[in-house]
């Protein structure tokens, strides 16, 4: 089973109509509200991804994506950050921290005790841009 958190910080110049719009770009299943000046949705299920691996793979970033999630593994917990301003074009800017963003990143943290087969569904592994089991499977 997968959990699903994503939120963003709802600056003092923003509305939080305008961070929400930014996070349902990326994850329109998902009901955001804003509690205490951050804007959060959550929600379980691996389909609630679709979205987001929809667009990491059109952009052609699978391994940017990848590393980025291996490296900030903490036990069954991940988190990828996001261009706040560049969803709210709904446009795929990753970014290592909330200082990549000037109004900050959106945080999206998945968490699932199968949290490698998670990350590899997302983002596979590539060799010469192409995922290393679509060109094994190619071999065979």
Not at 8 to 27: C, N, Q
Not at 95 to 109: K, M, Q, R, T, Y
């Amino acid at each position: 089973m997968v959990q699903l958190k994503v939120w963003a910080r709802v600056g003092p110049t923003e509305k939080g109509d305008a961070v929400i719009t930014a996070l349902e770009s990326f994850f329109p299943e998902l009901d955001f509200k804003v509690e205490q000046d951050i804007a959060v949705g959550k929600g379980k299920g691996k389909d609630l991804l679709d979205a987001l691996r929809q667009k990491i793979w059109a952009k052609q970033i699978l391994d940017t994506a990848r590393e980025m999630l291996l490296r900030r593994i903490d036990g069954d917990l991940t988190e990828l950050l996001i261009h706040k301003q560049a969803a709210y074009a709904k446009k795929m800017v990753l970014v290592n921290g909330d200082s990549g963003s000037p109004l900050g990143a959106i945080h999206i943290e998945i968490q699932s005790k199968q949290l490698e087969a998670i990350i590899e569904w997302i983002a596979p592994e590539t060799v010469k841009g192409e995922p290393v089991k679509g060109i094994i499977a190619k071999l065979e």
